[in-house]
């Protein structure tokens, strides 16, 4: 597999100290969360955790993503929303895994042009998808 190259134009940085049990903070000081492992997963909760905020990254990027399609096809958005979750699990023969579902909301649109929409979003420009694919299992449904 070829890795495709990227013409960097914004980097992200972010610091974690104590992992899951920890606290995170952005470069820029815009991002301070605690973190805690979830109740489900034998911790605390009472913070956030990773996949959360993965959660959100991907629900963000995938509806920019939905957006710039829709605008290049001129197909007028009205109150788009990407609704993600991310479960994390054991996964086989070791370690964790993670799969992701997102639940896209484009009213008043076509079924079949939403459709369209959403596939040209997750396989020609969401670099969550791009990064994901082969890796983690994503499912995808229009609501």
């Known amino acids: ?12 940085e972010a610091t974690v100290h104590g992992g899951r049990e920890g ?11 605690d973190l805690r492992l979830p ?4 911790g605390n909760g ?21 957006r710039f399609v ?10 788009p929303s990407v609704h993600a979750k ?14 992701v579902e997102l639940d896209v909301s484009l009213p008043g649109v076509d079924p079949a042009v939403a459709q369209e929409i959403v596939d040209t979003a997750h396989n020609d420009i969401c670099p969550y998808s791009h990064a994901t694919r082969g890796n983690v299992d994503v499912t995808i449904k229009l609501v």
Do not use: W
């Open 1 to 12: 597999m070829t890795i495709a190259k990227v013409n960097v134009i914004y980097t992200a």
């Open 23 to 33: 606290h995170v903070e952005s470069n820029d000081g815009l991002i301070k969360l």
């Open 39 to 42: 109740k489900e997963m034998g």
């Open 46 to 66: 009472g913070g956030s955790n990773p996949e959360q905020l993965f959660a959100a990254g991907y629900a963000a990027c995938f509806e920019g993503a939905v």
């Open 70 to 79: 829709a605008g290049q096809r001129k197909v007028a958005l009205k109150d």
């Open 86 to 99: 991310v479960g994390i699990g054991p996964r086989e023969p070791t370690g964790f895994g993670i799969k």
